[in-house]
T-cell receptor, first 111, second 114 residues
Framework: TQLLEQSPQFLSIQEGENLTVYCNSS?????LQWYRQEPGEGPVLLVT?????EVKKLKRLTFQFGDARKDSSLHITAAQPGDTGLYLC???????????FGTGTRLTIIP | GAVVSQHPSRVICKSGTSVKIECRSL??????MFWYRQFPKKSLMLMAT?????????EQGVEKDKFLINHASLTLSTLTVTSAHPEDSSFYIC??????????FGPGTRLTVT
């Protein structure tokens, strides 16, 4: 069973600050997705990364996939209250559609 | 595009009754659908994988006779919680995929068993 640890578990920062959250796996995976989930709703896909070392930017969000394809980070610049939510990474293995979700980071941006 | 709906969004039922939850892909054909369960302040836990026209594949520890899954078409999968008990109360989320990489999630169904 693949373990997918996210850190920190909780993060509360002031509006305008920068932050980074991490997703670490015990093994290599073929692709990784980042999702954001708000209370009472389903997760919303933010990005998919498939290539080791890949960096993707989505406005103020920067996603990095580790060279060894075992870890990833999400950096948010100038956080806004609308960034508040549960951030989940999820991985899939080669030839398998199943996703394994990380433990999640609950982010709160204080206005 | 890639919209997935769930119905109902919330349901309250009495202990011992059965509840059916629908998951639909609205603008694409889903080769595979997945059912997840999420406890408060926790991550998603995969319950089963559903392929159209075949039996669902359940994850270890998930009772297939309690959580019945039917995938009648490429746009519809249903999850029936049979003989529900309070411990079945949870947030149930489905997802649908037409490719190997990306899953699109429904808005979830909050089940409360009294």
């Amino acid at each position: 069973t693949q373990l997918l640890e996210q850190s920190p578990q909780f993060l509360s920062i002031q509006e305008g600050e920068n932050l980074t959250v991490y997703c670490n796996s015990s093994s290599v995976f073929s692709s990784l997705q980042w999702y954001r989930q708000e209370p009472g709703e389903g997760p919303v896909l933010l990005v998919t990364v498939v290539t080791g070392g890949e960096v993707k930017k989505l406005k103020r969000l920067t996603f990095q996939f580790g060279d060894a394809r075992k870890d990833s980070s999400l950096h948010i610049t100038a956080a806004q209250p609308g960034d508040t939510g549960l951030y989940l990474c999820a991985v899939s293995n080669f030839g398998n559609e199943k996703l394994t979700f990380g433990t999640g980071t609950r982010l709160t941006i204080i206005p | 595009g890639a919209v997935v709906s769930q119905h109902p969004s919330r349901v309250i039922c009495k202990s011992g009754t059965s509840v059916k939850i629908e998951c639909r892909s609205l603008d694409f054909q889903a080769t595979t659908m997945f059912w997840y369960r999420q406890f408060p302040k926790k991550s998603l836990m995969l319950m089963a994988t559903s392929n159209e026209g075949s039996k669902a594949t359940y994850e270890q520890g998930v009772e297939k006779d309690k959580f019945l899954i039917n995938h009648a078409s490429l746009t519809l999968s249903t999850l029936t919680v049979t003989s529900a008990h309070p411990e079945d109360s949870s947030f149930y989320i489905c997802s649908a995929t037409s490719s190997a990489y990306e899953q699109y999630f429904g808005p979830g169904t909050r089940l409360t068993v009294t």
